[in-house]
């Protein structure tokens, strides 16, 4: 029995202490001293992992994602998006395979991207002008603005600096209203539990970008996702 018990807690220990994603696809861009965040809190929280990077290049991510299999996707386009719909079908086709994505755009509301939000479970989007409103966080029990007391962007000198979104079956978590609004949505949660489709872009954050993208990936891949409560119970039964 001792032996039995000890296999058991080797296994609790391992489900706390989950292997990260061996592979990360990313878009972003770095431009007026913002963007770089993304990356150090992927290199920060994931030092193990395999990161391809793309900075504002959308031919190579797609290009990437097209040839590769990835763990988790981001896409943070603050500066340059994309205008071929059948790159935002590809992450879309990702995402509906089982695929994490993490999606914000500054163009959403161009409509090149519909099939991408849409199916992250946002109908709509509309673009903010810079300066940016303020923002405010909606479900203070989410993962992923604890923490996060100022939500205050930089302003690198962009046209559009997010976008108010409409949301079908995403959950919104943060908004451009000081309360839940309908159409003032940021960031949503999609419906697969891991997936984000953001108005807000972390990386303009001015406070603590690093801390919130952190938050965002520990989001998207938690830490204790490999041996869930239901598997260990299942597995004491085979015990007893």
């Known amino acids: 029995m001792k032996y039995i018990f000890t296999f058991f807690m080797v296994l609790i220990a391992g489900a706390a202490m989950a292997a990260p994603p061996d592979t990360v696809l990313v878009e972003y861009d770095v431009y007026g001293g913002y963007g770089q965040a993304v990356l150090d809190a992927i290199d920060a ?3 193990s992992a395999t990161v391809d990077s793309h900075n504002g290049d959308w031919a190579g991510f797609i290009a990437d994602l097209n040839a590769g299999d990835y763990d988790v996707v981001i896409c943070e386009a603050h500066n340059y998006t ?3 719909p059948s790159d935002f079908q590809a992450l879309a086709d990702y995402y509906n395979d089982g695929g994490r994505v993490f999606y914000a ?3 959403m ?4 991207a519909n099939v991408l939000f849409n199916a992250l479970g946002v109908n709509s989007a509309s673009g903010i002008y810079m300066p940016p409103v303020t923002h405010y966080t909606w479900d203070t029990s989410s993962l992923i603005v604890q923490g996060v007391s100022d ?3 930089g302003d690198p ?3 559009v600096g997010g976008n108010r979104l409409t949301v079908g079956t995403a959950d919104p978590v943060t908004g451009w209203t000081a309360s839940e ?3 003032q949505g940021g960031i949503c949660c999609a419906p697969d539990g891991y997936s984000i489709c953001s108005g807000y872009f972390p990386s303009l954050n001015t406070s603590d970008p690093e801390g919130l993208w952190t938050n965002i990936l520990n989001y998207m891949w938690p830490n204790n996702d490999s041996i869930q409560p239901t598997s260990l119970g299942k597995l004491k039964a085979q015990f007893n």
Do not use: V
């Open 82 to 84: 994309s205008f071929t």
């Open 105 to 107: 755009d500054w163009y």
């Open 151 to 153: 939500w205050t962007y």
């Open 157 to 159: 000198g962009y046209g």
């Open 109 to 112: 509301s161009g409509g090149y």
């Open 181 to 183: 609004t309908s159409g």
């Open 45 to 47: 929280l994931w030092p």
